[in-house]
Each structure stands twice: as C-alpha cells, then as structure tokens.
C-alpha cells in the first residue's frame, strides 16, 4: 500500500498537467466565445458533474476506487484528444459534456483511495491532514508547472498547445494503472440506498460541526471556481501580455499549494481559530483589493486569495474526512463536489452576465459582500464551535 501513496502523488500532479487551461478563455474568445457564452458552457460543465457526483461517489464505494478513478482518467484523456478537432460552440459543449463527466468519475475517489492507502499502510488518522497536504501540494505543482509549459507552447500555436495538452492528459491513465486497490477495511454496504440515507443523515443532520464543515467547503470551492476563470478575464483586461497567463497561473497555484501544505503546521504554531478566521477573511480582502486597484495591484491581492483557498481546502477536507465512515468517503467527497458545482452553475452565469454588463469591478465588489455574509453565518461558527470541542477534549 506504501507505494500508492507516490504514485497518487503523481496523480495528483499530472491530473492537473492541463496545459490548454492557462489560456481557455483567449482561446475560446479567438473562435468566438464571449464572457457570456464562456461562463454559460461552465455551467452546462458544472450540471453534468453535478449529476454524476453522487453515482460515480458511489460508484467509487461499491465498485473499486481504481475502477473508477481508470475509467474517469482514460474518458479525460480522450476527451482531451478530441479538442483540436473542435471550433463550434456545439464542438465546445461535447467536450465540455464528455469532461464533466470524466471529472464526475474522478472527483473524491482519487482522495479516498489515497486516504484509504495511507490508514492500509497502518497510518495514523491524526496525521491525514498533512497527507491531504503533500497532495494539494503536488497538484497544484502540477498546475502551475502545466501553466508555465503551457504559456511557452502557445507562442508557437494553439495548434501546438492543444496536441500536447492531448497527449499529456494520458499520463494519469498509466499511473492509475500501477496502483492496487487498498483491501476494504469495511463492509461494503448491500443496501446502498439505506446507508446512503444514513451517510446523508450524519453528514447534513446531526452532527452540526459536519454540516458547517461541509457547507464551508461548498461555499469555498465554488468562490475558487469562480475566481478561477475571472482572473483569466482580469489579466486580459489588465492588458498582461498572454505569454504571462502561465506565469501568473503558475505563481498563484504555488501559493495555494505551499499554503496547503503549511496548514498543518499553522494549525499546531497558531491554533484552527486564527486559520479558519484566514480562510474567511483572506478571500474577502482579495475581492475588494482587486476590485479598487484593477492592474497589478489588483493581482497581488489575488495572492491572498490562493493563500486563504490553500488553507482551507487542507482544514476542511481533513476534518471531513476524520469525521466520516470509510465506507462512503468517496460519496460524501463527491457531495460535498457536487454541491460546489450546483452553487457555480447559480454564481458562474451571473458573474459572467455581470461583467458583460457592468464591468469587473462591481461584480468583485459584490463577491466581496456576498462571501462576507457567509463568513459571518458559516465559519465564525464553524471556529467557534471547534474551538470548544478543542476545548473540551483538552480539559
């Protein structure tokens, strides 16, 4: 079981090595793709992985982790091939449909298989966070050095960019097929639609620090997600040269993964009430920031934006993952997926609407507020009660 544990490291890293992703909203806008239209193809993305979650998460519980996570990575990689064979806006909703899916099949089957390895392989449950760690690490290492290769190649073509982001994208498939399947440390359920009730129940019901922890991470995956494809936008407004979109993606990824890796060391220097206070406020000084100072300014407030993404993802995601069965991880990941897709398909459209409308200023102001509100009735609580039962097991 030790050797999935690098394996799904490099996973990690080469599922992320997209180097069309640096400049996907250039590209688009050359075969005629506004902001409107962009924006409305993500959301079309998001409700089809939003439909898969639940199935491929529980797909991943009763089938195999590695049955899953091979069939999601291989429909990646041809969905990949196929994209420079496209120049429609129909041409580019096939591709987005067929990588919703792929993305479906992957999402929290590849993080339960690699928690799953580690507890095989007789780790310690306490020290799953930095495990999560050293993976948002090496994606987002993965992410940024795609983005730096991929801000060199498309010097020379999009043609050239495409083609080799096609062939790369099969890389995962071969390493997915090295790894062995953890034996099940459970038993698999028969009646998976009473147990997913029951998963359902624990997660959203009746344990309140679950449910904040869940809805934390809806919340800030979907303002990620959001952000993700706005600072394309808010580089090409700021007139960066598109040779510098792989330079800044790749510094902004960096910052998100070294973040992710320090969050257990912040958690045991500062405490989660100080770190679970930056994972709110970072972002919302990030959308303001960027919104008063469009430029370069503007983009160094980002950072604060990635660093806060960075901790959060680590926090959260692990103290998921401690307070949940083993037998439904990967379907409690997924839900937790697919609810930061049900919430993009509502936020994505309308920033993109906005933007057209009213410019990026307003629109980052407006995230501002609207991800104030959710500090306010999300997190501080989430902080406050894990500071009790902190607390209390202390004592």
Not at 56 to 77: E, M
Not at 156 to 171: K, R
Not at 360 to 378: D, Q, T
Request: proline fraction near 4%; hydrophobic fraction near 55%; charge should be positive.
């Amino acid at each position: 079981m030790k050797k999935n544990i690098p394996l799904l490291y490099g996973f990690s890293f080469f599922d992320q090595f997209m180097i069309v992703i640096a400049v996907w909203v250039p590209y688009l806008a050359t075969q005629g793709i506004g902001m409107r239209q962009f924006m409305e193809l993500q959301a079309v993305f998001a409700i089809v992985i939003l439909s898969g979650e639940v199935p491929s998460g529980l797909l991943s519980d009763l089938w195999g982790r590695k049955k899953t996570l091979l069939l999601g990575s291989t429909l990646k990689a041809i969905s990949f091939s196929l994209l420079p064979l496209w120049s429609s806006y129909e041409g580019f909703l096939f591709y987005h449909l067929t990588m919703g899916v792929a993305l479906s099949m992957i999402s929290g089957g590849d993080v339960a298989l690699l928690y799953d390895s580690y507890l095989a392989a007789d780790g310690e449950t306490s020290r799953g966070a930095g495990l999560l760690g050293n993976a948002k690490l090496a994606a987002q290492t993965g992410t940024a050095v795609s983005a730096l290769l991929g801000g060199a190649v498309v010097t020379l073509s999009y043609g050239h960019l495409l083609w080799a982001n096609a062939i790369l994208s099969w890389i995962p498939v071969l390493l997915v097929l090295c790894i062995t399947e953890p034996p099940a440390c459970f038993e698999r359920p028969k009646k998976w639609a009473q147990g997913f009730k029951e998963v359902l129940s624990a997660t959203l019901v009746q344990d309140t620090v679950t449910r904040l922890v869940f809805l934390n991470l809806v919340v800030g995956g979907s303002g990620a997600l959001v952000m993700f494809w706005v600072n394309q936008e808010y580089w090409q407004e700021t007139g960066v040269p598109l040779a510098w979109f792989g330079v800044l993606l790749a510094g902004y990824n960096l910052i998100d993964g070294f973040a992710a890796r320090s969050a257990v060391l912040g958690v045991t220097r500062y405490g989660r009430r100080p770190l679970l206070a930056a994972v709110g406020l970072l972002p919302i000084i990030a959308y303001f920031g960027m919104a008063s100072f469009l430029g370069w300014g503007g983009i160094l407030f980002g950072c604060l934006f990635k660093v806060g993404r960075g901790l959060g993802e680590v926090l959260l995601l692990g103290s998921l993952n401690e307070r949940i069965s083993s037998a439904f991880r990967a379907t409690v990941i997924s839900l937790a997926q697919m609810g930061i897709r049900a919430s993009f398909c509502l936020l994505g459209p309308l920033v993109g609407y906005g933007i057209d409308a009213w410019g990026l200023p307003f629109v980052l102001s407006a995230l501002g507020i609207l991800f104030s509100i959710a500090f306010v009735y999300l997190l501080l609580p989430l902080a406050l009660r894990e500071t009790a039962l902190t607390t209390k097991e202390a004592t």
